[in-house]
């Protein structure tokens, strides 16, 4: 089954707050999205000591659309996050991030952008728990996907049928069927969810969607 993740793409810690409030009664997971003004000009809340403050029942994965996330791994290696994904463009040491988060006992994943090739992440499939397909620019919550970039989560799927694929960027209910069929596991969706006039209506959408 198909997982729907919400992305929660805010400026502020309250933003966040009231945005995975807006969500818990109807996943498991959200996925937040940190990014420093380097790897990614578009601004998001990124401060890891917030963290501390959370309260939430769902898992969190943290998306760290950073440079260098060897520097600051450390500090999003805390409650409630438990998966870490981190830029294989922004990596100088993979191995040490991938270790660092084993000694946590969160998961790790790596993603890719668009332009970047996926060929580069074959030799850490069997490393890491995720490979997530970031199918827009860095950035803002709202952008469009085109249908050329889920050619390459056909080419990840075939390379590696056991991976666990996450799609993120673009992903609404005319693209969620797509991205499902070309292999993908979980879909991060944003706009598509907290702009809709009824949550819980259009995540039973999405469900509906990838179930057809």
Not at 182 to 195: E, N, S
């Amino acid at each position: 089954m198909v997982e729907i993740i919400p992305s929660i793409n805010a400026l502020t810690l309250e933003e966040v707050q009231k945005r995975i409030a807006r969500v818990e009664p109807y996943v498991s997971w959200c996925h937040l999205d940190v990014t420093d003004g380097v790897f990614s000009r578009h601004p998001t809340w990124h401060d890891p000591a917030d963290l501390s403050r959370f309260e939430t029942k769902l898992k969190c994965e943290v998306h760290l659309m950073i440079e260098r996330p060897e520097d600051a791994v450390d500090q999003w290696l805390v409650e409630p996050i438990r998966r870490v994904i981190v830029h294989w463009e922004a990596m100088r040491d993979p191995e040490f991030v991938i270790q660092k988060c084993r000694d946590t006992g969160r998961e790790i994943g790596f993603a890719i952008k668009p332009g970047t090739s996926w060929e580069g992440l074959k030799p850490w499939f069997e490393k890491i728990d995720m490979v997530c397909a970031l199918r827009v620019p860095p950035g803002a919550s709202g952008q469009q996907m085109h249908s050329e970039m889920l050619v390459e989560i056909r080419h990840i799927r075939n390379a590696c049928p056991e991976c666990i694929i996450e799609v993120d960027g673009g992903v609404n209910p005319e693209t969620a069927g797509r991205a499902a069929a070309a292999g993908a596991d979980i879909l991060v969706a944003g706009a598509a969810i907290f702009d809709a006039p009824d949550i819980g209506a259009a995540i039973t959408r999405f469900k509906k969607v990838i179930a057809d």
